[in-house]
């Protein structure tokens, strides 16, 4: 393989990881409250016919970005309000908004299919972002580098910050939280309303990075891999970040041996496809097999607060 | 009863299989023919699904009152999903059901089994019976003439293919474009890569741009978008195709040609022999002579003589002096598979598993 070759199958990487890594993070911080959101795949949709629409009115790609957090928010606030403030099933709400979003998008982006849009240009000045070898530094447009900030941000306040740590306190034992007078439903409120505007920010990177265009459930299941990758990375951002890039680079890998016909080609597709199952299974096996404690999942994952009971 | 996060999945999963409602806008009386047609996507995918749609309109605005506005199904996953569809349709009063994806086969002659008086017509497929016909088009037709563009255009001589399932429609298609594109340029190859889906526009963009970095500059698809087509674009490679429509619009500079799906007239034939009692089942295969496959306008990367050469090939085949699959064909491993002067049958086509000389296969 040449250098040329191994740069650009690290920038097509980049571009595929990005969208699930950023719905990851925010679906970490969700689940970490102790609220399972299943709509992530929904929510991401309605962030990319937003992004979409956005860029195809007034051409401006980070008031794109902006209004599909905002979109993504404003679909969260929906589960929240459902799962929070009235108690219902987390797990049958979260699916109800994935079809949901799924409806929602494909109706708002009728007859915008034959529209094409344009990407968002690279962060860095030309010279450095069009260079044969620096590209693969810093040839990426802001979502990537914000991906990548995210992931430290999400580290830091969940392992540093006051918050982050009222916020697992909130996941791991929510009455003990309510106990000593937090706000468990502000809590979880706020962090629905993150993996919102992630999830939509996520969803923006299909029309912004990956393919200029709208096209009818476009994020083809990224956001429950995204979910998935959450209990692979044990709700640990770090592990989360090679986690998603795992999934990037088995899912390029593929389309690359195929392409370039070498070695790698005599791998079978179908063994290609099961690949980052295999390694979830790995993964899971590896995780129960250590039996550390602070591996588990948050204590009140998916169970309504309900302090009167 | 206390519900737990396992029962309620399982009726999450089971609101989720009932996504594809229909809005029937079926008239009170009988009179109107009511025609079904299931889709595998959204009639918004600009490609293949489009076509299907656009075919159903012509056929009412053809038909005018002797149908009822076309009932049309959308994203009907190839499972048991299909069936239900099926059925649902068929029950519902539709004397007429189009089945318009290959993996739809199996369920189309399990639901016609009890439902004797509705005919069905299943696209792409093979098996029929009673009630069942199949109809395509030939769209290798059109490969043909995209291949011989490509033979004349690419500096590397290499091509890819980017496909949803090695089925018998598809490697037809990878096939005349090599065997066309190397009449051409004898050392032409073709790379298929498989992505196991019909819609994932992020992942058929990527495919591409791993076609792209490794020294093929002309990219063919058979899925259903524009992806692949606006990564030729960005990218400056030599060229792509317009698959099922003409998709100049998101690659003004790359799209070479385009094959265009024109099902409506075979709909408005369909119909009308169910309202006059004429239908049968048969398995139809129009092409370019009869205008169901046709040819999208030419880029600006074509270059005059080579829009003749083109035009050369599809003329050929509308008046019957061409056959892309005439020998001497040799296989991949470079054995003689189609002796010289033979041409391959209808049904050899239809059932073709193996790649022409020139085609790098997959593993």
Known sequence: ?309 | MTLNRRTMLKAGAAAAAAIPLFGSKAFAQEEPLKVGFVLIGTVNDNGWNFGHSEGAKYMKAELGDAVAEPTIVENVPEGPDCERVLRELAQSGHKLIFATSFGYGDYVIKVAQQFPDVRFEHATGYQRSENVGTYNARFYEGRAVCGTVAGHLSQTGKAGYIGSFPIPEVVMGVNAFVLAARKVNPDFTITPVYISTWNDPAREADAARAMIDQGIDIVAQHTDGPAALQVVEERGAVGGFGQGADMSAFAPNAQLTSIIDNWGPHYVLAAQAVIDGTWESKDVWPGLKEGEVEIGPYGPKVPEDVIAAAEAVKNGQIDGSMHIFTGPINDHTGTERVAAGVTLTDAELLSMDWYVEGVIPPA
């Not at chain 1, 990319?48 to 051409?59: D, E, R």
């Not at chain 1, 295999?278 to 993964?283: D, E, G, L, N, Q």
């Not at chain 1, 995780?287 to 591996?295: G, L, P, V």
């Open chain 1, 1 to 309: 393989m040449s250098p040329e070759l191994i740069i650009a199958i690290i920038v097509t990487v980049v571009g595929a990881s990005t969208p699930i890594l950023i719905a990851a993070l925010g679906e970490l911080v969700v689940e970490r409250s102790g609220v399972l959101n299943l709509g992530v795949e929904g929510m991401m949709l309605v962030g990319a016919i937003t992004a979409f629409l956005v860029v195809f009115l007034t051409g401006n790609h980070y008031l794109a970005i902006l209004l599909a957090a905002a979109a993504g928010v404003a679909a969260s606030m929906i589960f929240g309000f459902l799962t929070l403030s009235l108690s219902a099933n987390q797990t049958a709400t979260g699916l109800a908004l994935t079809i949901f979003g799924t409806g929602l998008s494909a109706l708002a982006g009728q007859g915008y299919s034959a529209r094409p849009v344009t990407l968002l240009g690279p962060l860095f000045p030309a010279e450095l972002a069009l260079h044969p070898i620096w590209r693969v530094l810093f040839g990426y447009s802001a979502l990537v580098y914000f991906s990548f900030a995210l992931v430290f941000a999400v580290w830091w306040f969940l392992k540093k910050s006051r918050a982050g740590l009222i916020l697992r306190a909130v996941g791991e034992n929510d009455l003990s939280a309510h106990s000593i007078g937090y706000s468990v439903i502000g809590v979880r409120y706020a962090a629905v309303a993150f993996g919102g505007a992630m999830a939509g920010i996520a969803g923006a990177c299909f029309p912004l990075l990956l393919t200029p265009q709208w096209a009818e459930r476009m994020t083809a299941g990224r956001g429950w891999i995204a979910v998935a990758l959450v209990v692979f990375a044990s709700w640990r951002p770090f592990r989360l970040l090679a986690g998603a890039y795992l999934f990037g680079l088995v899912m390029t890998m593929e389309l690359y041996a195929k392409a370039g016909g070498g070695p790698l080609s005599a791998i079978p597709a179908e063994l290609w496809a099961a690949m980052p199952y295999i390694a979830t299974v790995v993964v899971l096996v590896l995780i129960s097999i250590r039996r550390d404690a602070s591996n588990n999942a948050p204590a009140c994952l998916g169970k309504p607060f309900l302090p009167s009971n």
